[in-house]
């Protein structure tokens, strides 16, 4: 398990949302009422990268088909056909730093 760098908590303020990459893989950071959350940021359905959509409180909305995710968990909220949930990771704030362990 590693940890990367996904930015300082002034980079990823209250209501938005970050991409960083590790390794090939793409993940989203959520500040979401000053708590963060990641998860992968590759929608399931056509491949889209969510940290392009929306978040409204915790619900993160594909940019390209509507699909919404719980950033929180990873799993799908809603969508017109069942799509496979995605990965969580733990995210962890050290002075004003974030990390993701992968």
């Known amino acids: 398990m590693g940890k990367i760098l996904a930015g300082k908590t002034s980079d990823i303020p209250q209501g938005k949302m970050v991409k960083v990459e590790s390794e090939g893989k793409a993940i989203l950071v959520a500040n979401v009422d000053g708590n963060y ?33 719980d950033c929180k968990t990873g799993k799908l909220v809603t969508f017109a056909t069942q799509l496979r949930d995605l990965a969580s990771y733990k995210v962890l704030v050290e002075s004003d730093s974030v990390f993701v362990e992968t």
Do not use: Q, R, Y
Request: aromatic share 10%; with cysteine.
């Open 37 to 69: 959350f990641a998860m992968d940021d590759i929608c399931t359905h056509k491949g889209a990268n969510l940290s392009g959509g929306t978040l409204e409180d915790s619900t993160v909305t594909c940019p390209w088909h509507g699909s919404t995710w």
